[in-house]
């Protein structure tokens, strides 16, 4: 089992329920927004 990382298809994505962004499961996406709430200025801010 260590190597058990070394074969996942394809990332974790997540779709921002506010904006519809997708973005890495568990990661701020690019406009600030975590789990419908905005917690970090964006990258146009």
């Known amino acids: 089992m260590h190597r058990a990382h070394d074969f996942l298809s394809a ?4 779709v921002e329920p506010t904006t519809g962004e997708v973005h890495l499961r568990h990661h701020v996406s690019p406009t600030g927004f975590y789990r419908g709430k905005k917690v970090a200025k964006g990258s146009g801010e």
């Open 11 to 14: 990332p974790p994505l997540a």
